[in-house]
């Protein structure tokens, strides 16, 4: 690969937005001479590879998609210690570039592939993975696996599916370790948080930043009458739910959490393994360019 950057294209993400969004893009960089060559990738797994070809490559890797666009490609672009990343979003959600300041106008795209300003990410790993935004599990984690079953509705699933999935769900027994700290509690549902925001436009987890060198956790407790949690719900797009009293939070450099039954758990939007689970730190890993 001889070119300025390397555009790691989900064809799928955001009902195929992803085509259209790079071919938007790329036009405004051949406007100012910037040499590019675009990927298309079949798989998760193909992303990282297309993503640490470019790497190493020397160019700018570009993850075009969704926040699990961006946890793949980040996978690959990590294999070459210190490889810059660019984003372009074309996702459903789009969280982690709404907590970097990264919007959908084409030419501040540009601006910031071309002269953006660096920022040295914080990467969350399990095991062998990774997430960029958030690990979450309970209610959520439910209902993102309904909301990958309602693809075709669009940004709209967002909102219906945690509906549905509310009606039938019951607070689960968790146990969670965070540094030296044990938790047990009934929960709805607990975050494990980078960035803090997902759900399309939640501001889940006020306190996390992604590149804080820490972990913060937010745990719901399952205590109260589920209305308490639809008004949490609610209040989550502005971040005003962490002041209710069933509202939790935690911070460290390691979680570790088991639950009383089988629930999964979710990375980024995707599905990601059951418990238990353990989560960890890599401060400072991941550079990305953000609008300057």
């Known amino acids: 690969m001889t070119a300025d950057i390397v555009a790691v294209v989900n064809p799928i993400s955001g009902g195929g937005a992803g085509r259209t969004r790079w071919a938007a893009v790329a036009a405004e960089l051949d406007r100012r ?18 993503a640490a070809q470019a790497a190493a490559s020397g160019a700018l890797t570009v993850a075009v998609g969704g926040d699990g666009q961006i946890r ?25 570039a709404r907590h970097l300041g990264i919007g959908a106008d084409v030419t501040a795209i540009a601006d910031t592939l071309t002269d953006g300003m660096r920022r040295d990410l914080d990467v969350l790993t399990i095991g062998e ?3 960029v935004g958030n690990v979450y599990m309970g209610l959520d984690s439910v209902a993102t696996e309904l909301i990958n079953r309602l693809r075709w509705m669009g940004p709209p699933a967002y909102r219906v599916a945690p509906v549905l999935a509310a009606l039938r769900w019951k607070a689960a027994q968790f146990r969670i370790e965070v540094d030296d700290q044990v938790v047990e509690t009934p929960a709805h549902l607990v975050v494990v948080a980078n960035s803090g925001w997902y759900g399309s436009g939640l501001h889940m987890v006020p306190s996390a930043s992604a590149d804080n060198g820490r972990i913060d956790v937010l745990v719901v407790d399952g205590g109260g009458a589920k209305h308490r949690l639809i008004g949490a719900m609610t209040e989550a797009k502005t971040g005003a739910h962490v002041a209710r009293p069933e509202v939790r939070t935690y911070t460290g450099t390691q979680v570790t959490i088991t639950a009383d039954r089988p629930l999964p758990v979710h990375a980024d939007g995707d599905y990601l393994q059951e ?3 353990t989560v960890g730190i890599r401060p400072a890993a991941l550079p990305v360019l953000v609008p300057r």
């Open 275 to 277: 418990f238990p689970v």
């Open 72 to 96: 793949d490609v980040a996978s690959g672009v990590l294999r070459e210690p210190g490889a810059p990343m660019g984003i372009v979003t074309a996702g459903r959600g789009n969280d982690l």
């Open 33 to 50: 001479g910037v040499q590019w060559e675009v990927a298309e990738s079949a798989s998760g797994a193909d992303a990282r590879r297309l």
């Open 129 to 131: 993975e990774i997430s």
